[in-house]
């Protein structure tokens, strides 16, 4: 008898997932919810229990102990969303607040780094960020993410290293193709990023210095980061005439480094070249049919964010954008460059994307020493208020550095086709935001994934619940190698999202865009609540995720 029971007890013991008593008491139990486990499958109703910031149980749990239960009847239960372009994480390390503006949006997971990174620094880039006094300087990733888990953040990052970053460091501003001196020193520090846990090497090709890499050098750097089992990601060398010429540069770095490759916030940019999504998300079907493993995301707004001086061709900041800039106060160089703007096409010209139409540019923020008025007003409208001609604003505004502005150069169409692509993830492209301290933004920096909840789900039915969790959980998680995040499974880090399907909606517009969404009713981070019923709790339980090849 005695050995029947303790082979009755060895069963029921292997019977329970594995690490777990049934007799041990919960962190938490979220009971009757929706859970839209975010692999792709029909949602199903469970209690989900976690303990010590993992998912431990899926089931019936009602009548077991836990130290806190959420009635979450009505409600969906999904993974914690992962931006896939969450900008830098600098705010997060300057103001906890910052992280407010993703957690409310249902984000537990960001990406940071695009051609731009927080490592690595040297004097002169470290000084360029102007960080306030008491904060430590840093010139590696190992150095800077130890400040972030001493700080402590709200949600978690990963980091990728900039190209653009690592050419400043080694090269700086200007034009020039590396030495194979500096070339061996700009692989060097991509070891060293990738050895410190970034997830792979980013470029921003349209972005002075990023643009002044040629193919060869990214596929050179793209090497060390495939051979440290990184991802090449890319805000890809042209959104729009040539969009197709620039996705296919991406696939041949991906194929001749033997990388995975991400395209960041694809479009397809001006009026006449909307027709070319079809095409290019043909072309990226086609590579992954080949066996290139090749991703891409969006944001679901058809005005995008850039920098005004993007306005003028690269070429002209070749020796430096502090050389290119004085410049502009003679009136031939001005006129030479209006008549560029206005005849040429074989670059990213962005005053042709919009139509030639200076109020379709709507300026979002300028420096501290301009009229705080400029911001939320087109450049036409900010030439009424100056009594000047539109192009002469348009000069002096970019003179004045530092000017960030919204085109609008997209349409739904394309934003629809994105999102029925099996392979596209979402990404805000912006980062965290305190709008406390902050004057103005981009409306995805507070509205991105509840606008895909509420627009392209519930209310034009363009994809399903279960597909728009997917892209906002699973696949992204899959593209980063985050193996234990993104989706509600035992085992999975509890990072989860409880929000009502029938009121989620983003509040941010163009007009009025640092305003939270409503609908998210909790989020959890790693198994603590940072927003309860709506309101956020303060707690940080963020972490530096460390890719782990």
Do not use: C
Not at 254 to 274: C, D, F, M, R, T
Not at 514 to 532: C, F, K, R, T
Request: aromatic share 8%; hydrophobic share 40%.
């Amino acid at each position: 008898m005695a050995l029947r029971a303790f082979l009755i007890l060895a069963f029921i013991l292997l019977a329970m997932p594995l690490g777990f008593a049934k007799s041990d008491t919960f962190d938490l139990v979220i009971s009757s919810a929706r859970v839209v486990d975010g692999s792709g499958n029909p949602w199903y109703l469970a209690d989900v229990g976690v303990r010590d910031g993992i998912i431990v149980e899926i089931g019936k749990l009602s009548q077991r102990a836990a130290r806190r239960v959420i009635d979450a009847r009505g409600l969906v239960l999904s993974p914690g969303f992962i931006d896939m372009m969450g900008g830098t994480t600098l705010p997060l390390l300057l103001d906890p607040v910052t992280a407010q503006s993703k957690l409310r949006q249902g984000v537990t997971t960001m990406m940071a780094g695009e051609g731009d990174s927080l490592a690595p620094q040297d004097e002169r880039t470290i000084k360029e960020l102007n960080l306030p006094a008491g904060i430590s300087h840093w010139t590696t990733f190992e150095e800077y993410d130890r400040l972030l888990d001493a700080k402590r953040i709200g949600i978690n990052v990963i980091h990728n290293v900039g190209a653009a970053q690592v050419r400043r460091v080694v090269i700086g501003d200007e034009d020039r193709t590396p030495t194979p001196e500096q070339l061996a020193k700009m692989k060097e520090i991509v070891a060293k990023a990738m050895e410190d846990g970034s997830a792979g090497l980013s470029t921003a090709l349209i972005y002075p210095p990023g643009t002044y890499a040629k193919t060869e050098e990214i596929i050179e750097l793209a090497k060390i980061a495939a051979a440290n089992g990184g991802v090449y990601f890319s805000h890809m060398r042209n959104e729009s005439g040539q969009l197709l010429e620039a996705i296919q540069e991406t696939i041949r770095i991906g194929e001749e480094a033997n990388i995975p490759v991400h395209i960041y916030h694809l479009k397809a940019a001006g009026q006449s070249n909307w027709p070319l999504m079809t095409k290019a998300i043909e072309l990226i079907q086609s590579a992954r049919d080949r066996g290139v493993d090749v991703t891409a995301d969006v944001y679901p707004y058809i005005r995008n964010g850039i920098g005004l001086g993007s306005f003028v061709h690269p070429r002209h900041y070749a020796n430096g954008t502090d050389a290119f800039l004085p410049t502009l106060s003679d009136a031939n160089v001005r006129a030479e460059l209006r008549k560029e703007i206005e005849t040429t096409s074989n670059w990213e010209n962005w005053y042709q994307h919009v139509g030639k139409n200076w109020d379709n540019v709507l300026v979002v923020q300028v420096p501290a020493t301009l009229d705080k008025r400029y911001e939320g007003k087109s450049v036409q409208e900010i030439a009424a208020l100056r009594g000047a001609d539109a192009w002469e604003t348009f000069f002096y505004l970019v003179q004045q550095g530092g000017i960030e502005v919204n085109p609008k150069s997209m349409n739904e169409e394309q934003k629809q086709q994105a999102l029925r692509a099996t392979f596209v993830s979402i990404g805000s492209d912006a980062e965290p935001m305190n709008p406390a301290v902050s004057t103005y933004a981009h409306p995805r920096t507070f509205g991105t994934f509840p606008r895909i909840l509420a627009k392209y789900v519930r209310e034009e039915k363009v994809i399903s619940l279960e597909t728009a969790i997917r892209e906002m959980t699973s696949l992204p998680a899959n593209q980063l190698k985050l193996w234990n995040r993104g989706r509600v499974a035992p085992g999975f880090a509890a990072d989860l999202v409880l929000f009502n399907p029938a009121k989620v909606v983003d509040t941010a517009t163009f007009e009025k865009p640092m305003s939270y969404p409503v609908g998210m009713e909790y989020v959890l981070v790693n198994g603590q609540l940072a927003i309860d019923g709506g309101q956020a709790t303060g707690a940080l339980a963020g972490r530096v995720i460390r890719a782990n090849r």
